[in-house]
């Protein structure tokens, strides 16, 4: 603690010599420039019109703040003191130039960008107005006046002073302060060997310049008075080309030539009235500092510009250059997804097609309710890979919304258990799932989904051994892990598998199915649910997936999730149900299906047709099902409608799609009907088709009742 305070005691130190050291600099330097502008004083000791320190004084208070009066005070109290007056009128005069510069460095910080005053064309005409009518009056008001109120400046004598005063002040301000500022500002630091030498190119043209035209030790005649004119060549070289920094440097180059002539009676402003000369001299080098600041600050605007617009050219061909590159592998992807479902979706083909070979030849009943099943079984394979593609498309266009409940995890474990028992006892593989009694706060169904791409995943790619589902509490949260016994999957390959359609390259690969989707969908339902889930894995000896879920307390109640109906045998009593189709084989299976399950079957291939056969059996349908892709660009949707207006009533109405994308699922959930994707479980078809009408027929009789 000790050694913390003497750190802070030494730095402290420094600080204080810092500060002191400082204000000596500044105070030597105002000092050094006030006794020479005081030499050149002619029409009073302390009216002057060269007065510099106006300027150094002005650039300290915007440089290094406020806290540099008491320098600029103690110097000019120093300088007027040992010039004329007394002591009262020195420390007025001190006063007045404290004041001129404490006010100005505050206006311009406060509406002219503060040091960044000489950066645009505005801010630097707001500057020239401070100097000029704010801040300059105030030090040869109090100054000569104080002079005036003592008895050491004569009346008659007070304007021509206060005008000598406040141009020396002005000029001063205009010359001295963009010099210092822009020298001394970080931005400005920067060289190189072209700025370097044009720098030095248009310094050394700025002192040719002013030695021909103003330099005492050339003949002064007539003809030589119009080259003073020439001084506008390196202002204008430098505004154009080098900047306000460049461009403030010339300008002191020229003042100080032009005042070393004119007091040596030199140049074209030398008259027998030295101060009348003199001030000749202030309006030439206002006149020729102001515009070129102005020009040099447009100029700096432009070329910035000119750089952003560059710049924003690069980043945005950069940005093309990226779009393209994203384009051409999301390219590539669909390229290698296609070849993966082409393959993938051939082998359940091609096993679909064998089975029915089979099926055509002579066949023993329990071989032929074998064949079947392998059907069956193959058709939800198929499915699952369907189901895949349109869970990606639903996560893609943002179509599912977490349903939060708080519900046991065991109910799901069971479902896992029930779910997979038969495929792992297929493959000789064990499965245990550990019991578990806690609760957990997540969407149910969503949340079964996940689960359910681990599990299947890891018997897909688990040869020999087992799989392994449990539970582990972590503070607040549940661990959900499903262990295995797989390949593993290698570390550089280990944020790859979350990616669409990728699937670790092995040679023991099982190539029963899947199309690279299933941990895509569990790792978009996760960041759905914001659920942590942890990976870990060792080649050759299988891996561990880990989901970390909210765990509530066992006493929270929450009702089970409702599943649709499955039922065996559900009652047709002779609905009639109109099937559009615009493909023969589709209405001929639906409708053969739905004859088998007792409904009287209108099939039709278009929304006129439809309407056609209604009007020949001169029958309203209970229920329509539809595809929602028809031909002629129609949709299901517009048919149902338009059969809806004929009949003037609202039919049920069930729409089928192969469509994954996310306008059908929109367009069916905001006009209220189901949407189905192909292929269609029959049973869930059967399930649905069983829920509509009983709601259609329940809000039939509650109407007849009321």
């Given at each position: 603690?000790?050694?913390?305070?003497?750190?802070?005691?030494?730095?402290?130190?420094?600080?204080?010599?810092?500060?002191?050291?400082?204000?000596?600099?500044?105070?030597?330097?105002?000092?050094?420039?006030?006794?020479?502008?005081?030499?050149?004083?002619?029409?009073?000791?302390?009216?002057?019109?060269?007065?510099?320190?106006?300027?150094?004084?002005?650039?300290?208070?915007?440089?290094?703040?406020?806290?540099?009066?008491?320098?600029?005070?103690?110097?000019?109290?120093?300088?007027?003191?040992?010039?004329?007056?007394?002591?009262?009128?020195?420390?007025?005069?001190?006063?007045?130039?404290?004041?001129?510069?404490?006010?100005?460095?505050?206006?311009?910080?406060?509406?002219?960008?503060?040091?960044?005053?000489?950066?645009?064309?505005?801010?630097?005409?707001?500057?020239?107005?401070?100097?000029?009518?704010?801040?300059?009056?105030?030090?040869?008001?109090?100054?000569?006046?104080?002079?005036?109120?003592?008895?050491?400046?004569?009346?008659?004598?007070?304007?021509?002073?206060?005008?000598?005063?406040?141009?020396?002040?002005?000029?001063?301000?205009?010359?001295?302060?963009?010099?210092?500022?822009?020298?001394?500002?970080?931005?400005?630091?920067?060289?190189?060997?072209?700025?370097?030498?044009?720098?030095?190119?248009?310094?050394?043209?700025?002192?040719?310049?002013?030695?021909?035209?103003?330099?005492?030790?050339?003949?002064?005649?007539?003809?030589?008075?119009?080259?003073?004119?020439?001084?506008?060549?390196?202002?204008?070289?430098?505004?154009?080309?080098?900047?306000?920094?460049?461009?403030?440097?010339?300008?002191?180059?020229?003042?100080?030539?032009?005042?070393?002539?004119?007091?040596?009676?030199?140049?074209?402003?030398?008259?027998?009235?030295?101060?009348?000369?003199?001030?000749?001299?202030?309006?030439?080098?206002?006149?020729?500092?102001?515009?070129?600041?102005?020009?040099?600050?447009?100029?700096?605007?432009?070329?910035?510009?000119?750089?952003?617009?560059?710049?924003?050219?690069?980043?945005?061909?950069?940005?093309?250059?990226?779009?393209?590159?994203?384009?051409?592998?999301?390219?590539?992807?669909?390229?290698?997804?296609?070849?993966?479902?082409?393959?993938?979706?051939?082998?359940?083909?091609?096993?679909?097609?064998?089975?029915?070979?089979?099926?055509?030849?002579?066949?023993?009943?329990?071989?032929?309710?074998?064949?079947?099943?392998?059907?069956?079984?193959?058709?939800?394979?198929?499915?699952?890979?369907?189901?895949?593609?349109?869970?990606?498309?639903?996560?893609?266009?943002?179509?599912?919304?977490?349903?939060?409940?708080?519900?046991?995890?065991?109910?799901?474990?069971?479902?896992?258990?029930?779910?997979?028992?038969?495929?792992?006892?297929?493959?000789?593989?064990?499965?245990?799932?550990?019991?578990?009694?806690?609760?957990?706060?997540?969407?149910?169904?969503?949340?079964?989904?996940?689960?359910?791409?681990?599990?299947?995943?890891?018997?897909?790619?688990?040869?020999?051994?087992?799989?392994?589902?449990?539970?582990?509490?972590?503070?607040?949260m549940l661990r959900i892990e499903v262990c295995d016994t797989g390949p593993g999957i290698p570390e550089d390959q280990q944020q790859n598998i979350f990616g669409e359609f990728f699937q670790v390259p092995t040679s023991e690969q099982n190539r029963s199915g899947g199309l690279g989707l299933g941990l895509a969908i569990v790792d978009k339902l996760r960041l759905l649910l914001n659920h942590q889930i942890d990976l870990a894995s060792t080649v050759g000896r299988g891996s561990r997936f880990a989901i970390l879920v909210p765990r509530v307390d066992q006493c929270v109640r929450s009702a089970a999730p409702a599943d649709l109906p499955y039922p065996g045998a559900l009652a047709a009593d002779g609905k009639a149900i109109l099937v559009i189709a615009d493909t023969p084989i589709v209405q001929e299976g639906t409708g053969g299906l739905l004859s088998k399950w007792g409904y009287s079957v209108l099939a039709a291939g278009s929304d006129e047709a439809a309407l056609v056969r209604l009007a020949e059996c001169a029958q309203r349908p209970d229920l329509i099902i539809s595809d929602y892709h028809l031909a002629s660009g129609k949709t299901g949707i517009r048919a149902?409608?338009?059969?809806?207006?004929?009949?003037?009533?609202?039919?049920?109405?069930?729409?089928?799609?192969?469509?994954?994308?996310?306008?059908?699922?929109?367009?069916?959930?905001?006009?209220?009907?189901?949407?189905?994707?192909?292929?269609?479980?029959?049973?869930?078809?059967?399930?649905?088709?069983?829920?509509?009408?009983?709601?259609?027929?329940?809000?039939?009789?509650?109407?007849?009742?009321?």
């Open positions: 603690m000790s050694d913390q305070r003497s750190a802070a005691s030494d730095m402290d130190a420094y600080r204080g010599l810092s500060y002191v050291g400082g204000l000596v600099v500044i105070g030597a330097i105002y000092l050094a420039s006030a006794k020479g502008g005081l030499a050149l004083a002619s029409i009073h000791p302390s009216a002057t019109p060269i007065w510099p320190p106006t300027g150094v004084a002005l650039a300290a208070v915007l440089l290094w703040g406020y806290r540099t009066w008491p320098a600029i005070f103690a110097a000019a109290m120093i300088a007027n003191a040992t010039t004329a007056g007394s002591v009262a009128t020195a420390f007025a005069i001190a006063t007045g130039n404290s004041l001129e510069a404490v006010a100005g460095a505050y206006l311009i910080k406060r509406w002219s960008g503060g040091c960044e005053t000489f950066s645009t064309p505005d801010s630097v005409a707001k500057f020239t107005l401070i100097c000029v009518v704010i801040a300059t009056p105030i030090s040869a008001s109090i100054g000569l006046s104080s002079l005036a109120l003592f008895g050491y400046i004569e009346p008659k004598n007070f304007a021509d002073a206060w005008i000598t005063w406040w141009l020396g002040d002005v000029t001063g301000a205009l010359v001295i302060t963009p010099v210092i500022v822009l020298w001394a500002s970080n931005q400005h630091h920067g060289f190189n060997r072209h700025d370097f030498l044009e720098t030095a190119g248009v310094l050394a043209t700025a002192a040719a310049v002013g030695l021909i035209a103003f330099s005492p030790l050339i003949e002064q005649t007539p003809g030589r008075d119009p080259l003073g004119f020439l001084a506008i060549l390196p202002m204008l070289w430098a505004a154009l080309r080098r900047g306000p920094r460049d461009t403030a440097t010339v300008a002191l180059v020229l003042a100080g030539i032009t005042i070393w002539a004119t007091h040596t009676g030199g140049g074209p402003f030398a008259t027998p009235d030295r101060n009348a000369s003199f001030l000749l001299v202030l309006m030439f080098l206002i006149s020729i500092t102001v515009p070129s600041l102005l020009l040099s600050a447009d100029v700096e605007v432009r070329k910035n510009a000119e750089g952003n617009l560059r710049r924003a050219h690069v980043e945005l061909e950069q940005k093309v250059a990226e779009r393209t590159q994203e384009l051409e592998l999301a390219n590539t992807a669909k390229s290698r997804f296609l070849a993966m479902a082409s393959h993938d979706l051939r082998q359940p083909l091609h096993a679909l097609g064998l089975f029915v070979a089979q099926l055509r030849t002579p066949l023993k009943p329990e071989e032929r309710t074998r064949t079947i099943e392998r059907v069956d079984a193959t058709r939800k394979e198929m499915d699952e890979m369907f189901n895949s593609l349109l869970d990606i498309s639903r996560l893609d266009a943002g179509m599912l919304t977490p349903k939060i409940t708080e519900f046991p995890i065991g109910r799901l474990l069971q479902k896992i258990e029930t779910a997979f028992d038969q495929a792992t006892q297929k493959k000789g593989l064990r499965l245990r799932v550990r019991p578990s009694d806690a609760w957990v706060r997540s969407d149910a169904m969503l949340l079964e989904r996940i689960m359910l791409n681990l599990v299947s995943n890891a018997v897909r790619y688990t040869l020999q051994g087992g799989i392994l589902v449990g539970c582990r509490r972590r503070g607040e149902i409608e338009q059969i809806n207006a004929a009949f003037g009533s609202s039919i049920p109405a069930i729409l089928i799609s192969g469509d994954t994308a996310a306008e059908p699922l929109r367009d069916a959930r905001d006009r209220g009907y189901i949407l189905l994707h192909k292929p269609v479980d029959p049973m869930r078809l059967r399930a649905v088709m069983h829920e509509l009408l009983r709601n259609h027929d329940g809000e039939r009789g509650t109407g007849a009742v009321s």
